[in-house]
């Protein structure tokens, strides 16, 4: 039986399953001086262009922090929307590891504009303010909202303009992309991303995160960075296959594109149960949807899933790579029955 | 002439200045091991109880920092208000120094409730989210405004209720005894404050903080934390004294009340000139108030001050314990012919 | 071909393999709430008590870390041997993350004495210095030796009554319970460890280290400090169900048995070359040899490895889970070869 | 009566207190946009050439943790003594603040060497070793011995060479100027020194210390670096006008000759007393003698000093600015009498 709760509750893509298989032949040097390795940079190569460097390391929190390093010094900060991972969900470790105030702005649905960050530019020069050098904006937002290729643009302008340095977490990116229909790089290089956490769990593999820095001069010192932050992967191969098999293929995108599917046919099928609405736009992966807690209790007996927002309430659902519609249609059939009782 | 721009701007009080004099006798041993620190101490005892534990730091941003180390590991997180002198006006030195998270979450005229900290407690649990363990208020606000005893008894209540530390930043508590006529333990210990940070600097010292923990237990390793915070006071002898000079004596009351009354007839000189509006409540020793820009730029050829908030625009200004009614009265006239021109 | 220069150069066991497909399977709720890791931590229990608690981390640098975060705070300093993993091997990580001094001490082949940490404790109750508070034993140590019981039991009885906290380092320690053919809880928990980095990744798992806490109240804050340090697995079934496969059978202890001998039979063989020094005790699955460089040289266009010690020049050679003889034999042919020329 | 224990249990020097007294004048704007801090860089940049960059904090640890800010990433290593006081009596401020780690070379009365560091280099480029990027001196150093100019420039030049950044530790460097009769550019700017941490405190100021940058484009954030440190000082000017006093006068040579003479005096006293013997050079200030533990107790009935190393045992004797010759023959007598006990 499948889970609504997120798409890392899903397992580990066959194809995935298979490639580290096939990996596992002899012996291999560490710390990625291995050919699958090798390679695996060279498809992100493919994909981000022959200028862009790419890590990799264990999970999405270090790719942001570790991303995040690069960009900014402990007296500086980083701004981005209230509701970003690195500032909800990740206990602190951007503040622990880069030393960093992170400053929440405003936003809608987890998207942030050039708007919301100019007031914060008046503190620069003031030694007693956190100096703001870095934005960083989530494609798709952590409640499941996509930027447009123009608003990405506006922000990466912005950005430039005002000698800040923008990340982008891209824990979901595969899903913005089947979303947007554009390449990886339309989305990232081409609007003035500077470093990209290309996310990879949550989207079929089974552990591993890329780091993608755009420009030479970003990644000099990064091997040292991610050693001291016990992200260097010892038997990195194992990693590195899962990206070769991802990315130099079209897995990555096909998974995006069925669990897009997969959402919008469960808001469509939860959105008809009377006294279910969804509250917000369905643009991925994610479907939120506000319903009496008496019921939330009762479907959860079926279906682990997370409450968002206790007041209203609003709960979160998520579809995966292996999301079929078979899932969706018993998981309305429960909601129904937990709405009727 | 005097400055309006910071209470910091005033010098160092002649009580003071004599008293670091008379502490220039022959040798003392470093560190806090001489007479004028146990006296010092003794003396804070006088106003905090025998169960309190005072010690000396360098400045205000250290007392915040170190009394908050005592209060919370670097995965939890400190409640304040967005205005806070911890989440505005140090650089990041609490996340770097703690590793812990601010939450800065919406006052009135810098001063927060239980209800605008309570919501922040459902993430309690999750291991994704930093954990509130603190919170900060100031006393008075960075913008002038004071807590009523049963406004800080509230906030102590709910604290101790749901097991939160209460941290209190008195960088200017002398004026805000002055202004609510009760004693330092009536505003601190006895609402539920667990560390507070004892201001000196703002009202006359040459330089130092107290910070002054409420009840055994909280500063075990205190000397410890001091000293890797570059904290420690080799000479200490000369920032007991003035402590001993200040707090030993009616002296910060006096000088307290000194700089309220100097801002009550600022704040009434400035209101009666045609087009400049109080914007705050004049509780203690600031003065806010919005003008045309262009006035505030003649103004400030004659007296340096702060724009506090340049789109509205609102200015600050503050007295100090040395102001006397002909600076309010230069003041008023240069404000009136600033804004005549 | 295999290497011999290091143990994570080989692959993943079959068995662990195996165990990576059965988990596989449908959805699981994640960062450890699904019943491989309930399993895993059982089995663990099994080897260390009840009273134990395991946690999962990456990689050997966090397990350490982590570990270590449970015991001292950052005015306090773990005391090593100078050529411990911690202190050599992990880039500053210990002192970034811990904010902790690490004091590296005098050894024989990598092990250290209550003799050599006692001088240390001088300095206890001076702010000056970091207080030590705890102390890391890698067994078996980087230079492949072995602490007996009894050596360690003489550590754990120091620790207990210098109440210092003992950490061992045991990345390789199934090597070192296969050779005094002892319990994993004989070597840890029954001489005083307070907390063991129990190794995975270097005898056969894909990645994955585990934390074992001995007593109770020592992991209370574990979770937070581990999503913080950016080790919270988000699909832990997969770190986990390698634990299991590996300590819920003998499969820990037959690989360390088999990469010991072929240890033992490499050391014998390359002994037997003239010109060729084995230059300490092989007492698990490292061998240290010297020869003349040019040798080194000429042997490395055939095998990778590692020059330990290039003044003298001394040699690493380690042996693996699946090193086989046929494997020593060419090695030690090709050596025999590259002494000739 | 006058101790011998360290040169900061004097008191301020009369011609800094009056300093002092007539910097008390009026109002004066914060954190160093004030006259006296303009005088003292101008002064300073007297000493060190209008290329330098001098900035002022309160006390000798944060003056070396800040300095090497400059110098360091967190990934890098600090080079120095073992028993330089960044090293052992900061109780680990720099591994906190800096995340870097240290790693103690040996030495000779505290005295490095090019031979000691080079060693060290061979981890350059091996992402499990901390970089070394700077190296520390201390002059003189803490056992009271002086680097010749040759030796400083020996090691100025392989710091050059082998791209490493060089910090000097001069907290008594006006001893180290009156021992050696050279200028402070010559001991230290000439020498290739990058980054000094110029005393105050240990020679007749009341608070404070510089940290000199040497060249241009070192201290481009310092004044961020120094406010999240928690040592940007709000008075600024109290601070300054004491560099002012000391430096734009004869004042800091004089000390350093007085304590100086007054340490020979009391080693040739002191060495005189049968069963006491001078145990190191007296290049400067400091005097270390061994003598029995029970004369040690006895002595200490009467002046207050530290013991350094209690198995000699070995004590250690400190002069200052004040010591007189009375004050000597004091001490000499009190250390004869407890001889003869």
Redesign the interface.
């Known amino acids: 039986?499948?889970?609504f709760?997120?798409d890392?509750?899903?397992?580990?893509h066959p194809q995935v399953?298979e490639a580290?298989?096939q990996?596992?032949?002899?012996?291999?040097?560490?710390?990625g001086a291995d050919v699958h390795t090798e390679r695996a940079v060279e498809v992100l190569k493919g994909h981000f262009g022959p200028q862009s460097e790419a890590h990799f390391v264990?999970?999405?929190?270090?790719a942001n922090?570790l991303g995040l390093a690069a960009l900014v010094?402990?007296?500086?900060?980083v701004i981005c929307a209230e509701t970003a991972h690195i500032n909800?969900?990740?206990?602190?470790?951007p503040?622990?590891?880069l030393?960093?105030?992170?400053v929440g702005v405003p936003h809608t649905d987890g998207k942030i504009t050039p708007e919301a960050i100019a007031p914060l530019l008046?503190s620069r020069g003031f030694?007693?303010?956190?100096?703001p050098a870095a934005v960083s904006v989530t494609q798709p937002t952590e409640l499941g909202a996509l930027y447009s290729l123009d608003e990405l643009k506006a922000i990466g302008e912005f950005c430039k303009q005002e000698n800040l340095r923008l990340h982008m977490d891209g824990a979901r990116i595969a899903n913005a992309a089947a979303a947007l229909d554009v390449s990886l790089a339309a989305m990232t290089r081409d609007v003035g991303v500077d470093v990209l956490s290309l996310g990879g769990?949550?989207n079929g593999l089974?552990?591993g995160e890329a780091i993608v820095f755009m420009r030479p001069g970003l990644d000099t010192?990064f091997?040292?960075?991610?050693?001291?932050?016990?992200?260097?992967?010892?038997?990195m191969r194992?990693?590195s296959v899962q990206f070769e098999a991802m990315f130099g293929t079209d897995l990555w995108i096909e998974n995006g594109q069925r669990a897009n599917a997969m959402a919008r046919l469960l808001a469509e099928k939860a959105g008809a149960v009377d006294g279910v609405e969804i509250t917000r736009p369905v643009e991925t992966n994610a479907v939120f949807a506000s319903m009496p807690m008496q019921a939330i209790e009762t479907l959860k007996q079926e279906f682990?899933f997370y409450v968002w927002e206790?007041t209203r309430p609003e709960v979160r659902w998520m579809t995966?790579f292996d999301t079929t519609e078979d899932d969706v249609e018993r998981f309305a059939a429960a909601l129904k029955r937990a709405m009727d009782t």
């Open positions: 039986m499948r889970s709760a997120s890392n509750n899903a397992g580990v399953m580290l298989q990996a596992n032949e002899g012996h291999a040097v560490g710390y264990f999970l999405g929190t270090a922090v010094r402990p007296y500086q900060s909800n969900d990740e206990c602190g470790a503040e622990r590891f030393g960093s105030k992170l008046e030694e007693h303010h956190s100096q769990g949550k089974m552990y010192d091997r040292y960075v991610r050693k001291q932050a016990m992200q260097l992967v010892s038997k194992y990693l682990f206790p995966s």
